[in-house]
């Protein structure tokens, strides 16, 4: 389970607890849920939560932008703003705070992963940031720089006159323990010893001197010092007499130079190898960088889109405009969480969920992350739920949630007169109870293609019970489902005189609602109608 800590400030309680649930599920841990500001900032101090999910709009003295500014000057936690308004003013007031994402309600579960795991991750970034900042100042104030002169014999030997003090805490030795060392080139690295002496070489030739190598100090370790030295020329003696110099210890900063070359090249890894899309853009959304995931999802290489402004390489023509102003908020300080569909070289269209990540320098966007994560699995997925919502699992046509959603909309439209078929299929028990369900479902299968082709295309053909189906007809006189149903018995009939295993009958009852009335009084009419002609069914 994940150790992520997670403070809601959330004053309607059942989003707060219906938030708390997808949190959990997702493996997160909420630490606690808060109704206002004041409490929130509180809870924050206490708890010490890992990330802050903020209702924008929280009634009380504070609204949940002036707390976040507050939790993020005082406890420097992550905050991500959950609202139910997207408009300009809600979101030029949260880029003062800062926050690190943005949620409209309502938003699912996944929405709601990504946008945690990148504001931690961004978090993680600018913490790193501060501390390498903080490091190098402290290496610029505590650097130790020392001094020396070097006299040059005629053998082109040297003797150190004298060095500043800084050099023997460098090396740990005192003044004695380095005088009694024969050769200077005895503190040097043993891998260095060769620069050291190239060092004298160009030094002997007259020649400044400017390099780095490194020395061992007397516990043993190892400091990086970079050496600025001149030599000094006596005319009369044709020969070069002394050497002045200074040097740094840069050991630190060699140290934090590797790091930070570390860190970029495992971000140049994560970037690379995302398994989402990314592009690198420059404050103008011009393309500087794409990986390998952007690559496959928009079928590009980088020579042929870098400096190519992104928004006319992958955005469709009718959404451009969204596009620039998504842009426009990003170039602002902005951080954008939106769904959209964008088109990859081919021309295909591709829905993603987009994250417009600004690159703040002096606080200004110096550059953007812009990431794209396919989404078309999931549309699917709730394409397919959309259509279980609305349609039976075992014929296909509608469900009776469907049917009734329609009977309700139908009530109050202009689409009077209304034609109702109720009907059912006769002997469905029998044929179940003899010849298994199996049969039976093969049976309400074929009744199912039998209603669905002989009515209309803009019908509504539903099953609405085990055996039961009911059809509207809109704008269908008493005439015209007269001629409808003609066709119906005739398809009927045209199956049965084919090869099938079973007979289809059914039981069929019309009504026309005529304008005014009302269509549930019709509905029970029309199973009136359809009870009375399965009577006479089982009479013949």
């Known amino acids: 389970m994940s150790t992520t800590r997670i403070l809601i400030v959330e004053d309607e309680m059942v989003a707060a607890k219906i938030l708390e649930l997808r949190l959990t599920r997702l493996g997160y841990t909420p630490v606690g849920i808060v109704p206002s500001g004041e409490q929130a900032i509180e809870t924050a101090r206490t708890l010490q939560p890992d990330l802050v999910l903020m209702d924008i709009d929280l009634s009380g003295a504070l609204d949940g932008v002036q707390a976040a500014e507050q939790i993020r000057a005082q406890f420097d936690l992550p905050v991500i703003f959950t609202t139910a308004h997207s408009d300009a003013e809600t979101l030029e007031r949260a880029k003062i705070t800062e926050a690190f994402g943005y949620l409209v309600k309502p938003f699912d579960p996944r929405d709601l992963h990504n946008a945690i795991e990148i504001g931690l991750y961004k978090h993680t970034i600018e913490r790193r940031l501060k501390e390498s900042e903080e490091r190098y100042r402290l290496i610029s104030e505590l650097t130790s720089d020392f001094a020396y002169s070097v006299r040059v014999d005629a053998t082109g030997r040297g003797t150190t006159e004298w060095v500043t003090d800084a050099f023997y805490s460098i090396l740990g030795y005192t003044q004695d323990e380095l005088n009694a060392h024969r050769s200077f080139l005895s503190f040097v690295h043993p891998d260095d010893q060769t620069i050291f002496r190239e060092r004298w070489k160009t030094l002997g030739a007259g020649e400044n001197y400017v390099g ?91 020579a042929e889109c870098a400096g190519r402004a992104i928004n006319e390489l992958i955005v469709p023509p009718n959404l451009f405009a969204e596009a620039e102003r998504l842009s426009h908020n990003v170039t602002h300080g902005i951080r954008v969480d939106q769904e959209s569909v964008r088109q990859r070289k081919d021309g295909t269209r591709v829905p993603v969920q987009m994250y417009g990540v600004p690159i703040l320098t002096d606080s200004q966007t110096s550059g953007i992350f812009a990431i794209y994560v396919d989404i078309s699995e999931r549309k699917q997925r709730e394409q397919h739920l959309e259509y279980l919502s609305t349609h039976d699992a075992l014929t296909g046509l509608y469900n009776r949630a469907y049917f009734e959603t329609e009977v309700a909309r139908l009530e109050h439209s202009r689409s009077f007169p209304v034609s109702i078929v109720m009907g059912d299929v006769d002997g469905l028990k029998q044929t179940n109870d003899s010849r298994g369900h199996s049969v039976g479902d093969e049976l309400l299968r074929d009744a199912a293609r039998v209603l669905r082709d002989a009515f209309r295309g803009e019908d509504i053909v539903a099953r609405i019970g085990g055996d039961e189906f009911a059809i509207l007809l809109p704008a269908t006189d008493a005439a015209q489902i007269q001629q409808i149903m003609l066709r119906v018995r005739q398809a009927i009939q045209a199956y049965n005189a084919s090869a099938h295993a079973l007979p289809l009958s059914f039981s069929l009852g019309v009504v026309t609602a005529e304008q005014g009335a009302a269509l549930s009084q019709a509905l029970i009419e029309a199973d009136t109608a359809m009870y009375q002609e399965k009577a006479a069914h089982h009479q013949a």
């Open 212 to 302: 780095e190598y490194r020395l061992v100090t007397k516990r043993g370790e190892t400091r990086w010092l970079r050496d600025y030295a001149r030599p000094v020329w006596d005319a009369a003696a044709q020969r070069i007499i002394r050497v002045h110099g200074a040097a740094q210890d840069i050991t630190e900063r060699k140290h934090t130079a590797e790091e930070i070359a570390l860190q970029r090249a495992r971000f140049q890894q994560l970037f690379e190898n995302a398994p989402i899309a990314i592009a690198l853009l420059d404050a103008q959304d011009r393309i500087t960088s794409i990986n390998h995931a952007f690559a496959d999802l928009f079928q590009y290489v980088l």
